[in-house]
């Protein structure tokens, strides 16, 4: 019989959320359902995972997470023999999908997501979060263009960046729509139009938007999808999930946001589970599979 190792050890870590997870009883519940991930991962896992995963806890369970959801709806995963290139590859119609797992932080300065306070009613840090994610797309398809230039992602490849907000505060409910559709595609606030005799509601839209402004009033765009030059991306891929904060049936809570220009386009209904969006003859459509 071939023993197979667990995901914690007993050594300490420089990630304090897994040694927390890691030593704490009242944690049990992730700690197993981590393991669980693990025996199901191990052998897709690139060489030094573990070992990552004491420095990076979130963004290497969040890879996890991703890997084992696609091997729950029978995607052909591949083993990752090397560190260099897009976190997952998946083989699908002799073709591959590169996935690119990130896990951005709040931020530092005038542009971070604000800590919870407790006892208050906050706004929502609508913008701060939305700019979080446009930097973390931003960043993982610049990187992306090395790995196209080495020959690694193919001319004819999928490519999905795959965001995680499990340690961005407030990111879990967006005002109107999810915040991962407000960072790709130009929509704004929610408008209702009511009729003024009968007070009935006879319309509603989202208003344009194309950019947020940070703190120094500089424009951060919010319609990458709407530019030619992220056509490289096939779609994004969200989630809320973390260790603590996750689905008894993982992949419910996903969103995926397909791009209406990549170079190649995914499949519509591909990705059989959570919510799918796309941008089509103007109109955003939505299609629920965890209905």
């Not at 025996?39 to 070992?51: M, W």
């Not at 084992?68 to 083989?91: V, W």
């Not at 056509?231 to 969200?238: D, E, F, N, Q, T």
Request: net charge negative; proline share 6%; with cysteine.
């Amino acid at each position: 019989m071939i023993m197979r190792n667990t995901f914690f050890s007993s050594d300490p870590a420089l990630d304090p959320f897994y040694n927390h997870i890691q030593d704490n009883p009242d944690r049990k519940d992730a700690h197993d359902f981590i393991e669980d991930l693990w025996q199901k991962y191990e052998s897709y896992a690139e060489p030094g995972f573990l070992d990552d995963a004491k420095k990076d806890f979130l963004a290497r369970t969040w890879e996890m997470y991703l890997g084992c959801l696609f091997l729950n709806y029978g995607f052909d995963l591949q083993k990752k023999a090397q560190k260099e290139g897009p976190d997952l590859q998946l083989q699908w119609n002799n073709r591959s999908i590169w996935v690119e797992a990130t896990a951005p932080e709040s931020g530092t300065g005038d542009n971070a997501v604000p800590e919870y306070r407790f006892n208050e009613v906050p706004d929502q840090p609508s913008e701060q979060i939305i700019f979080r994610f446009t930097s973390a797309i931003k960043e993982k398809f610049k990187k992306s263009k090395s790995y196209t230039s080495k020959g690694i992602i193919n001319i004819d490849d999928f490519y999905i960046i795959a965001i995680n907000g499990g340690r961005i505060r407030y990111s879990l409910v967006a005002p109107t729509l999810p915040y991962i559709v407000l960072s790709v595609l130009p929509f704004g606030d929610l408008v209702l139009a009511f009729d003024n005799e009968s007070g009935k509601l006879v319309n509603s839209f989202h208003q344009y938007r194309d950019a947020v402004t940070t703190a120094k009033g500089s424009p951060v765009p919010t319609d990458i999808f709407m530019n030619m030059d992220y056509a490289g991306i096939s779609a994004v891929l969200y989630s809320y999930m973390n260790v603590v904060n996750h689905p008894n049936r993982i992949g419910v809570e996903v969103h995926i946001v397909h791009n209406p220009l990549a170079d190649n386009k995914l499949p519509l209904g591909i990705f059989p589970f959570g919510t799918e969006w796309r941008f089509e003859n103007n109109k955003l459509i939505r299609e629920n599979y965890d209905k």
